[in-house]
């Protein structure tokens, strides 16, 4: 029954019926506390509405259990580091962006987010750093990947 209910609830926020979804995974996840990809789903329910205050109980449900894929923990991680950074929870974002990168170390997505903390924690110098890694890294350097990945290191290298 979790199952058939928690699919059509992804379900209704995928056809963009977000509140209705949102309904549907705040009961369900009351029913069941202890289920992570529910947490996780509820979480996702109310970034997308906005409601970025309400869904931090539910990413930190999510990343305590067990159960979820791969895929949806690295989500987790993502989701709730930038909800923290939204809220103006810096400390709380960087650091739930570096146990998630602990876990999947080369996500560009992850390392992104983080930059965008870092900024937001005045550490400028580290965001661009790591922003300039994430380029060198990419197919989007433009044949300047090892150019990008010095200067990434080198940020105040005058000529």
């Known amino acids: 029954m979790r199952n058939e209910e928690l699919a059509r609830a992804v379900h209704l926020r995928e056809e963009g019926q977000g509140e209705e979804a949102r309904r549907l995974l705040v009961d369900l996840a009351r029913r069941h506390p202890d289920d992570a990809e529910t947490s996780y789903q509820a979480a996702w329910a109310h970034d997308a509405l906005g409601l970025e205050a309400?869904?931090?109980?539910y990413y930190e449900r999510a990343l305590a259990g067990e159960g979820l894929s791969?895929?949806?923990r690295l989500g987790a991680?993502?989701?709730?580091?930038?909800?923290?950074?939204?809220?103006g929870?810096?400390?709380?974002?960087?650091?739930?962006?570096?146990r998630g990168l602990k876990e999947f170390p080369g996500d560009g997505a992850l390392r992104t987010f983080s930059a965008m903390a870092l900024h937001n924690a005045g550490r400028c110098?580290?965001?661009?750093?790591?922003?300039?890694k994430v380029v060198a890294e990419s197919d989007q350097a433009g044949?300047?990947?090892?150019?990008?990945?010095?200067?990434?290191?080198?940020?105040?290298?005058r000529v």
């Open 77 to 87: 991680f993502t989701g709730y580091g930038s909800t923290l950074r939204v809220l």
């Open 54 to 57: 309400e869904a931090v109980p």
């Open 143 to 157: 044949g300047y990947d090892r150019a990008i990945a010095y200067y990434a290191d080198h940020l105040d290298e």
């Open 125 to 132: 110098t580290e965001a661009v750093t790591t922003l300039l």
């Open 89 to 98: 929870r810096h400390a709380e974002a960087l650091e739930t962006f570096e």
């Open 70 to 72: 791969e895929a949806d």
